[in-house]
């Protein structure tokens, strides 16, 4: 029989959900904190339920029973960290909105910590559609998150009407990604003001309205 666990669940709950307070939100962040931990140290195919929840003191079974298999933490860890992700920048204009996504993009790129755990959800995603999905809605997310910034440039006049505001912020930080994922080349503020700075060109000049939208 597994001996009860230092922190445990009060009932059970589909894999991945999430459900708020006390001791259910304890359990919920050692697990998550182990899963990181798990992937930094040996990335997502060695990822093991059983080990995440001995390192996060957690019964094997509440793990299993609420987050069901290793895509379930994945799913589950990308949510938290579309959750806790820093709000979005009101700089009062789109140069100065662009530069402060650029530059969370290249410190969490970069961040010792984080930077392993993207570069392991990231190659287990090309390779399983259920983690491509989680990763998927956590981009999904963040430019909702951020697609304000671009609405309000174009409400100020600084960019045409009809331009997509998730089409302005993946011409962002899609370099930077590139070098991240793709090239493995070293990421610096340069790489980052460059991407801002064709970005906003692009912007500027039309390249992201919508096609059929009506010029202003």
Not at 118 to 127: G, K, L, P, T
Request: hydrophobic residues 45%; charged residues 25%; contains cysteine.
């Amino acid at each position: 029989m597994e001996q009860e666990s230092r922190l445990s669940t009060e009932q059970s709950a589909t894999p991945g959900t999430v459900r708020p307070g006390g001791r259910t939100a304890k359990v919920r962040a050692a697990v998550l904190e182990a899963t990181q931990d798990a992937l930094v140290e040996q990335g997502f195919h060695a990822l093991n339920m059983d080990r995440v929840a001995a390192a996060a003191g957690v019964g094997k079974t509440t793990v299993y029973r609420r987050w069901g298999t290793p895509i379930g933490l994945i799913t589950d860890l990308l949510r938290d960290m579309a959750e806790q992700s820093l709000p979005a920048a009101d700089t009062g204009g789109l140069e100065g909105d662009l530069r402060a996504n650029a530059e969370l993009v290249l410190k969490t790129l970069t961040d010792p910590r984080m930077g392993p755990v993207f570069q392991a959800v990231i190659a287990s995603a090309a390779c399983d559609e259920e983690c491509a999905t989680a990763l998927n809605g956590f981009y999904a997310t963040r430019l909702r998150e951020w697609a304000p910034a671009v609405e309000r440039a174009v409400a100020r006049g600084e960019i045409p009407a009809g331009t997509e505001a998730t089409e302005v912020l993946r011409a962002v930080s899609a370099p930077l990604y590139y070098r991240f994922a793709i090239s493995r080349e070293p990421l610096t503020t340069a790489d980052a003001q460059r991407s801002v700075a064709a970005a906003l060109a692009g912007a500027r000049a039309g390249a992201f309205r919508a096609p059929g939208s009506p010029r202003g």
